[in-house]
């Protein structure tokens, strides 16, 4: 007790408040959303052009949601960019690159390298990381679904990531809005 009659809040009081101001439910929910979103219509989409793929195409849309999703709508907007801009560099190499040779070890590696220049030459931030996540993803996918065109491997890379990025750069929106309107939980 102190001299007021109060007792006073402990350290553990003070320790498990500090712990519940890092929660943003908003944030959790919208993160959320993205993923069933992007999961649902990445494997939609995905699955109509090859079935065989729809479990994969669902998942690289939501992680693509992910990336996107970011506290503000302007730093969802640049990632969303910076990811289907990625995604489309990569698909278009990797599309060229499948369409002349199969796939090796050896070939992969020497496209990420002409890819990494690429994206120096052009002035990508990170040098294109997407581009060469993407690159690899196609060229593995290559390998296990050999009836799968690299036209149609690179156009569902492309459509997959683009799904992912409209639903994380929506979600931004809407959680801007809320946060706007809706003051943040806590004391």
């Not at 959790?28 to 990445?42: D, E, H, I, Q």
């Not at 149609?152 to 992912?164: D, K, P, Q």
Request: charged residues 15%; hydrophobic residues 50%; positive net charge.
């Amino acid at each position: 007790m102190d001299d007021s009659g109060q007792i006073r809040k402990g350290w553990r009081d003070r320790s498990v408040g500090k712990l519940l101001a890092r929660i943003d439910p908003r944030m959790a929910l919208a993160k959320s959303v993205v993923v069933w979103v992007a999961f649902a219509a990445g494997g939609y989409v995905t699955g109509h052009i090859h079935g065989e793929n729809r479990m994969l195409g669902a998942m690289l849309a939501a992680v693509s949601g992910i990336v996107v999703l970011q506290g503000d709508i302007r730093t969802s907007v640049r990632q969303g960019w910076l990811r289907v801009l990625g995604t489309f560099i990569g698909a278009v190499l990797a599309c060229l690159y499948l369409t002349f040779f199969r796939f090796t070890l050896p070939g992969m590696v020497l496209m990420v390298f002409l890819l990494e220049i690429l994206c120096m030459l052009l002035k990508i931030p990170d040098n294109g990381k997407m581009a060469t996540i993407t690159l690899v993803i196609i060229s593995v996918v290559s390998v296990r679904y050999p009836d799968l065109p690299a036209w149609a491997n690179g156009l569902l890379r492309f459509t997959e990531a683009t799904i992912g990025a409209l639903a994380g750069i929506a979600a931004a929106w809407v959680l801007r809005t809320v946060r706007n309107r809706i003051p943040p939980p806590g004391p």
